[in-house]
């Protein structure tokens, strides 16, 4: 492993872009918060949350380990996590990746792989047990997260001397997390909305987004944040940041517009659940392009997503799987529209300094785009299968009938999200002195 000296400035730079990656996953909470029923808002919220103690105290122990240790056999398929178990051999002088310290680079992976897993949860909303929850969280990052990060983000003579395949021997680009987070949750989250079967009225009853005001801080936090998850993958102030910050701005702007354009042609309608959803599938599409296209290629990127994200959200309805808050249509969608486009618009000015086929570059890059993409999406569902229906053998994972009915933060959490009990006697007080206003009800007269 080559040893560099240690960058004031770069280190500065990355730990500032952790904390902005992990402000994200409060940012999913709320975004996903707001989406669902109002007596199931805290169960969302707390299925974001427990998600950074399980996978933060899981990358310390031995994840960051599997996902950027030495590879196996060297071939690229798992990290060695032994000489990193409690990431003593990451603290030290010399522990060094690139121009930043080890501990800055594993804090800054650590977020990563908190919300990768968190993204999963919407497809799940309304109906998963809690403890369930907290059993997938820990199986699936084990499983599915760590070795798909190793495959996709351990490059060779960086963290570790040996890395994975994807990076290293097929050479698909994933800057920031496309193919190893968002396909990868996107394809898990589809797998576990099919385990868990429909809510109760899927497709009869309408289940629209209680509080867009959460929803829209929501999408606002994720877009903020989400400049530490691109440009922050930089590893250090330079000028490859920079060329991320702007292109994810533009893409996550025309991803935006475009979303909107789709619903006023299809439905007549402007919405703010469409600019927020927009927002997110912009974001999404950028990730694994953001230092591999121009800014103009990143609009082209932006432009497309919006459209096919769009588009792509009704087809639970066309095939029946409740995906409640639409991860497929927005991360799986996005997350391959933008790893695939790099193999069109990619181009050598970027700073990735590779052409797609559309620059000159011919059908090479876009044969690795689709590898990658690809195997981590069938690896991913046949893992995440095999986990949901273990978990259905061993555990209940589906709350009963009365508690998705009443909304599951009482019978999951003995806590509600609203507290509600004096809006009835609010109203009835205001009414009777509207309709009467000289006359003053008696209290109990009121509450009879």
């Known amino acids: 492993m080559t040893i560099y000296e240690i960058s004031g400035g770069d280190t500065a730079w990355v730990l500032a872009a952790a904390a902005l990656v992990l402000l ?14 109002a007596n199931s808002t805290l169960n969302m919220i707390m299925m974001s949350f427990v998600t950074m103690g399980t996978v ?43 121009t930043v310290p080890t501990l800055a680079f594993v804090g800054f992976q650590a977020a990563f792989a908190i919300i990768a897993v968190a993204l999963v949860s919407g497809a799940v909303a309304d109906r998963m047990t809690f403890a369930s929850w907290i059993a997938f969280t820990v199986i699936w990052a084990t499983l599915v997260y760590f070795p798909a990060a190793h495959w996709v983000f351990a490059f060779d003579g960086a963290a570790a001397e040996h890395g994975g395949w994807i990076a290293n021997s097929v050479k698909a680009i994933d800057f920031a997390g496309g193919t190893a987070i968002h396909i990868n949750a996107g394809i898990a989250a589809l797998v576990m909305a099919i385990v868990l079967k429909p809510r109760i009225g899927f497709g009869s009853k309408p289940m629209r987004p209680h509080n867009m005001t959460i929803v829209m801080l929501g999408a606002g936090l994720l877009w903020f944040g989400w400049f530490g998850f691109n440009a922050g993958s930089a590893l250090g102030a330079n000028a490859t940041a920079g060329h991320a910050w702007v292109t994810t701005l533009v893409a996550t702007s025309a991803a935006m517009l475009a979303w909107l354009a789709t619903e006023r042609i299809r439905d ?21 392009a953001c230092a591999a296209v121009t800014p103009m290629g990143a609009i082209v990127i932006g432009l497309a997503a919006g459209v096919l994200c769009a588009l792509a959200v009704g087809l639970k309805f066309k095939f029946g799987f409740d995906d409640s808050l639409d991860v497929v249509g927005v991360h ?39 590898i990658g993409a ?75």
Do not use: C
């Not at 994200?24 to 029923?37: E, W």
């Not at 996590?81 to 060094?96: I, K, N, S, T």
């Open 332 to 370: 799986l969608v996005g997350g391959l529209t933008g790893t695939l486009l790099i193999g069109l618009l990619a181009s050598d000015k970027a700073p990735n300094a590779v052409n797609g086929l559309f620059y000159g570059g011919g059908f090479s890059q876009l044969l690795a785009q689709a």
């Open 56 to 98: 933060g105290v899981l990358w310390v122990l031995y994840g960051y380990g599997l996902a950027f240790g030495d590879s196996v056999g060297h071939l690229g398929l798992i990290g060695n996590p032994v000489p990193m178990l409690g990431l003593e051999a990451a603290m030290g002088p010399d522990a060094v990746v690139g």
């Open 374 to 448: 690809f195997s981590v999406l069938g690896y991913s569902a046949l893992m995440t299968l095999a986990i949901g229906l273990v978990l259905k053998l061993v555990m209940k994972v589906r709350v009963t009938p009365q508690a998705e009915l009443d909304g599951i933060d009482l019978a999951e959490h003995a806590e509600a999200g609203y507290d509600l009990s004096n809006i009835r006697y609010t109203s009835y007080r205001v009414t009777q002195r509207l309709v009467i206003p000289a006359e003053e009800k008696p209290l109990e007269e009121v509450k009879a």
């Open 24 to 37: 994200m996953t409060p940012g999913l909470a709320m975004f996903y918060g707001g989406m669902v029923r």
């Open 268 to 288: 007549g309608h402007f919405t703010s659940l469409g600019a927020a959803s927009g927002v997110v599938a912009g974001l999404v599409a950028i990730t694994p």
